[in-house]
Protein backbone atom coordinates (compact mmCIF):
# COMPACT_ATOMS: atom_id res chain seq x y z
CA UNK A 1 0.00 0.00 0.00
CA UNK A 2 1.73 3.16 -0.85
CA UNK A 3 0.79 6.80 0.88
CA UNK A 4 0.42 9.80 -1.24
CA UNK A 5 2.27 12.66 0.02
CA UNK A 6 2.05 14.81 -2.93
CA UNK A 7 -0.70 16.04 -5.79
CA UNK A 8 0.34 17.22 -9.38
CA UNK A 9 0.16 20.94 -9.81
CA UNK A 10 1.28 23.78 -13.12
CA UNK A 11 2.86 26.87 -12.96
CA UNK A 12 -0.01 28.46 -14.96
CA UNK A 13 1.65 32.24 -14.76
CA UNK A 14 1.77 35.06 -12.25
CA UNK A 15 -1.72 36.54 -10.99
CA UNK A 16 -2.78 39.74 -12.89
CA UNK A 17 -4.97 42.16 -14.50
CA UNK A 18 -5.14 43.84 -17.66
CA UNK A 19 -2.08 45.93 -16.94
CA UNK A 20 -0.04 45.42 -13.86
CA UNK A 21 1.02 41.43 -12.83
CA UNK A 22 2.23 41.18 -9.38
CA UNK A 23 5.35 38.40 -9.78
CA UNK A 24 5.13 37.88 -5.82
CA UNK A 25 1.69 35.45 -6.33
CA UNK A 26 1.98 32.54 -8.57
CA UNK A 27 -1.28 30.68 -10.35
CA UNK A 28 -1.11 26.73 -9.43
CA UNK A 29 -3.58 24.07 -11.25
CA UNK A 30 -3.61 21.31 -8.92
CA UNK A 31 -4.55 17.97 -11.01
CA UNK A 32 -8.30 16.57 -9.81
CA UNK A 33 -9.49 19.94 -8.92
CA UNK A 34 -11.83 21.52 -10.35
CA UNK A 35 -14.36 23.89 -8.44
CA UNK A 36 -13.85 26.25 -5.87
CA UNK A 37 -15.29 23.70 -3.15
CA UNK A 38 -12.44 21.43 -3.89
CA UNK A 39 -9.46 23.97 -3.87
CA UNK A 40 -10.26 25.03 0.04
CA UNK A 41 -8.66 21.70 1.40
CA UNK A 42 -5.32 22.76 -0.22
CA UNK A 43 -5.06 26.31 1.57
CA UNK A 44 -2.20 26.50 3.92
CA UNK A 45 -0.68 23.56 2.22
CA UNK A 46 3.35 23.84 0.52
CA UNK A 47 4.00 23.80 -2.59
CA UNK A 48 7.69 23.02 -4.00
CA UNK A 49 9.15 24.13 -7.00
CA UNK A 50 11.99 21.58 -8.41
CA UNK A 51 14.32 23.29 -10.78
CA UNK A 52 17.72 21.52 -12.28
CA UNK A 53 20.44 24.30 -11.47
CA UNK A 54 24.71 23.29 -12.48
CA UNK A 55 26.07 20.94 -10.20
CA UNK A 56 28.55 22.13 -7.55
CA UNK A 57 30.66 21.38 -4.29
CA UNK A 58 27.81 23.47 -2.38
CA UNK A 59 25.42 21.37 -4.82
CA UNK A 60 26.07 18.34 -5.25
CA UNK A 61 22.71 17.20 -7.07
CA UNK A 62 22.22 19.57 -9.42
CA UNK A 63 18.92 20.39 -7.86
CA UNK A 64 17.12 23.37 -6.62
CA UNK A 65 13.52 23.73 -4.19
CA UNK A 66 12.04 26.51 -4.13
CA UNK A 67 9.34 26.21 -1.59
CA UNK A 68 5.70 27.91 -1.16
CA UNK A 69 2.39 27.81 0.34
CA UNK A 70 -1.07 27.82 -1.25
CA UNK A 71 -3.05 31.23 0.23
CA UNK A 72 -6.14 31.38 -1.49
CA UNK A 73 -8.40 30.22 -4.63
CA UNK A 74 -8.35 32.05 -7.65
CA UNK A 75 -11.98 32.31 -9.75
CA UNK A 76 -14.56 29.03 -9.68
CA UNK A 77 -12.33 26.88 -11.77
CA UNK A 78 -9.81 25.04 -9.00
CA UNK A 79 -6.97 27.31 -9.97
CA UNK A 80 -5.01 28.29 -6.43
CA UNK A 81 -3.01 31.48 -5.81
CA UNK A 82 0.60 30.42 -3.82
CA UNK A 83 2.68 32.44 -2.46
CA UNK A 84 6.79 31.38 -2.53
CA UNK A 85 9.78 32.30 -0.45
CA UNK A 86 11.23 34.00 -3.47
CA UNK A 87 9.55 34.61 -6.86
CA UNK A 88 9.06 32.24 -9.32
CA UNK A 89 10.81 32.84 -12.86
CA UNK A 90 9.38 33.37 -15.94
CA UNK A 91 11.17 30.29 -16.85
CA UNK A 92 8.87 28.45 -14.35
CA UNK A 93 5.52 28.98 -16.45
CA UNK A 94 4.02 25.83 -17.30
CA UNK A 95 6.44 23.71 -15.03
CA UNK A 96 5.35 21.10 -12.86
CA UNK A 97 5.10 22.19 -8.56
CA UNK A 98 4.33 19.69 -6.06
CA UNK A 99 1.65 20.01 -3.82
CA UNK A 100 2.13 18.53 -0.49
CA UNK A 101 -0.53 16.99 1.27
CA UNK A 102 1.03 19.05 5.02
CA UNK A 103 0.39 20.30 6.40
CA UNK A 104 -2.58 18.20 7.25
CA UNK A 105 -6.17 19.85 9.56
CA UNK A 106 -7.92 16.88 9.23
Known amino acids: MSSKIYSKGVVLGYRRSQATQYP ?20 GKKVCLVSRVLKSKSNPTGLKVTWGKVCKAHGSSGVVQARFTRNLPPKAMGAPVRVMLYPSNI
Do not use: Q
Not at 25 to 40: A, F, H, P
Open 24 to 43: NISLIRIEGVVNREDSRFYL
